[in-house]
């Protein structure tokens, strides 16, 4: 079956300008994760969502970055005024509940801010 | 101190040796442990959960050591295709759900 997707993949904008970063997680998958990857590091917790609910967005840096999942399925992570320190690998990934053990993750979106 | 801990490596190793990564995390709470493999510019995948009494896959192997609050990974008869970076991941107990923190990465370059 077809796995999480995430679009686009590389994304190039100019400081201060605003960015939506798109995913589609696995069919019937609750659960969703954003993470961001700076080179060199480990995916960095961003924000969780069971169902349309953000449940922890405690990783957000800041309150230029928000997110949301209207109808429980696709996500999309927004940017406001992006900064060059906003340059990394966004990755999503889903699992098929809140507890499960496997995080099934996407392509990611390479973002480089000018 | 950081909540998941890895050395980076890289660790370059000739094909068919046995290489060893170890991972320290600092929550005595942590439930959950797993091992993802990532590609060079690629996403992270389930390598393998790690179970208190140890479990082996094929040719890896993980443990648990609760005592020191360390996990490791054993590869054996090391192949090219293995050569990645190895993410060691933890739960994060403050989490009502499966939280986990990623480590850095070590990075693994078998060679020929």
């Known amino acids: 079956g077809a796995g999480v997707s995430q679009t686009p993949s590389n994304k190039v904008t100019e400081k201060g300008k605003y960015v939506e970063l798109r995913c589609d997680p696995i069919?019937?998958?609750?659960?969703l994760y954003w993470y961001r990857q700076s080179l060199g590091q480990g995916p960095e917790f961003l924000i969780y969502?069971?169902?349309?609910?953000?449940?922890?967005d405690s990783g957000l840096p800041n309150d230029r970055f928000f997110a949301v999942r209207p109808e429980g399925s696709v996500s999309t992570l927004k940017i406001q005024r992006t900064e060059r320190g906003d340059s990394a690998v966004y990755l999503c990934?889903?699992?098929?509940?809140?507890?499960?053990?496997?995080?099934?993750f996407g392509p990611g979106t390479r973002l480089t801010v000018l | 101190r950081k909540e998941v801990e890895q050395d980076p490596g890289p660790f370059n190793v000739p094909e068919g040796a046995t290489v060893a990564f170890n991972c320290t995390y600092s929550?005595?709470?942590?439930?959950?442990f797993f091992w993802y493999r990532q590609d060079c510019r690629k996403e992270p995948k389930l390598l393998m959960s790690?179970?208190?009494s140890g479990n082996e896959d094929g040719r890896f192997t993980a443990q648990l050591n609760r005592a020191s609050q360390y996990i490791s990974l054993l590869i054996r008869d090391s192949k090219l295709s293995d050569s990645a970076t190895y993410l060691c991941?933890?739960?994060?107990?403050?989490?009502?759900?499966?939280?986990?923190?990623f480590g850095t990465g070590t990075k693994l370059q078998v060679i020929p």
């Open positions: 990934a889903s699992s098929d509940r809140s507890g499960g053990t496997e995080q099934f």
């Open positions: 069919s019937g998958h609750t659960a």
């Open positions: 969502f069971q169902g349309t609910g953000a449940a922890d």
């Open positions: 929550n005595s709470a942590s439930q959950s």
């Open positions: 790690v179970y208190s």
């Open positions: 991941v933890v739960n994060d107990p403050s989490g009502g759900y499966q939280k986990v923190t």
